[in-house]
């Protein structure tokens, strides 16, 4: 019966079940859909727009939500009870990344410094007319070991696997796997970051940077106290 539904909306825009499932079969193994990223994912981004309601229905009856940005022209897939950007009635969650993407320490704490890093540039006004906003990793670095007291990974491989795995969730840009090995490398980092981490979690680590730097501050003054 679903089929039979799904063959009727499909044959309006003259397309079949294996271009619909093509779709979905790329929605759930990546969980993101970004037209920008390759001639493939234009087609597949295209192909979405003309069947939005026949794609958002069948992924609804598994729970999961499509978000939408067509300023930027992407998708990204969101898990039963996670919060998705302009909906207030889901279960708070730090990272939105679709369907429960696990992340490392080392990527956890990327992605916040690029999700900083983004809202800095933001602010600055230094944000291209796509909503990319270019940063050299050395730059990355400095933030990660100023905000977090964290350094990017001393292998090189484990260092490239990093960047490599958010880039695959299309967080970020770079031009050659090679780049990543030198400090001098610069990147993109994709609009979408804004949606991937929630304001909830920066302004947790943004309240516990202030506390700690407090906490510093007293320390300081008192050991300066004492040698007075």
């Given at each position: ?8 909306g ?21 969980g ?44 990204r ?44 540039a ?5 944000v ?7 940063e ?20 090189l ?22 780049d990543?090995?030198?400090?001098e490398?610069?990147?993109?980092i ?7 981490v929630?304001?909830e ?19 300081e ?7 007075v």
């Amino acid at each position: 019966m679903l089929t039979d539904v799904l063959s009727q909306g499909l044959e309006k825009e003259n397309l079949g079940l294996d271009e619909f499932r093509e779709l979905i079969i790329r929605l759930l193994n990546y969980g993101v859909l970004c037209r920008g990223e390759s001639q493939t994912e234009q087609q597949l981004y295209d192909r979405y727009l003309r069947i939005t309601d026949l794609v958002q229905d069948y992924l609804h009856v598994m729970d999961i939500t499509v978000f939408h940005d067509r300023r930027f022209e992407y998708l990204r897939l969101y898990p039963p009870g996670s919060q998705t950007p302009g909906m207030d009635d889901a279960d708070t969650s730090a990272f939105a990344g679709s369907l429960r993407n696990r992340l490392s320490q080392s990527e956890v704490a990327m992605v916040l410094v690029l999700r900083l890093q983004y809202d800095k540039a933001l602010r600055e006004g230094q944000v291209d007319d796509k909503g990319y906003v270019t940063e050299s990793i050395e730059a990355l670095s400095i933030a990660m070991k100023n905000i977090l007291a964290r350094s990017l990974p001393e292998k090189l491989t484990e260092r490239k696997q990093l960047f490599i795995h958010l880039r695959r969730l299309r967080l970020i840009e770079f031009r050659s796997e090679e780049d990543l090995v030198s400090g001098e490398a610069w990147l993109k980092i994709h609009p979408m970051i804004v949606s991937f981490v929630n304001d909830e979690a920066v302004q947790a680590l943004s309240a516990a940077t202030a506390e700690e730097n407090e906490t510093a501050e007293q320390e300081e003054a008192m050991a300066t106290k004492k040698l007075v």
